[in-house]
């Protein structure tokens, strides 16, 4: 009988999987109660549900929910933006802005995702060559 925290996934016949390269992808929540003051750093994926106020740098994708606000600029390869921003946000590959996004400041970016709803107050800039240097690292 498998645990409940077991990592072996498996196929119908019982042979365990191989593991997605984004299941190895260190995932980390600043909750909805949460304040963080200063900057964050990571390289892996960071879903945002409280308050950050400083820069935010995360090397595979920001998640910032609906009520959550960050006041700083963003540096990422994906961000999903569906609370508010008051500072830039540079992804290296795309950025959504859902319904309920509201972005105070400029984007850059390659790609750019916006859904009806999202409100922008700054320039959306999408230029592959300024993007590679979205997180501080160079474009592959």
Excluded: W, Y
């Amino acid at each position: 009988m498998m645990g409940i925290f077991s990592n072996a996934a498996r196929d119908e016949q019982g042979n365990e999987l191989k593991r997605r390269r984004t299941d190895q992808i260190p995932f980390s929540i600043i909750a909805s109660d949460m304040t963080v003051v200063g900057d964050l750093e990571t390289e892996g994926v960071v879903r945002i549900e409280g308050r950050v106020k400083g820069t935010v740098r995360v090397g595979s994708q920001i998640l910032v929910t609906q009520g959550a606000v960050i006041e700083g600029d963003l540096h990422t390869q994906e961000a999903v933006i569906a609370g508010q921003v008051k500072g830039a946000i540079h992804a290296a590959d795309r950025v959504e802005l859902q319904a309920t996004a509201v972005v105070s400041g400029d984007i850059l970016t390659v790609r750019i995702a916006i859904v009806e709803g999202a409100k922008v107050t700054g320039e959306v800039k999408m230029d592959p060559a300024l993007a590679g240097d979205a997180t501080g690292k160079a474009a592959r």
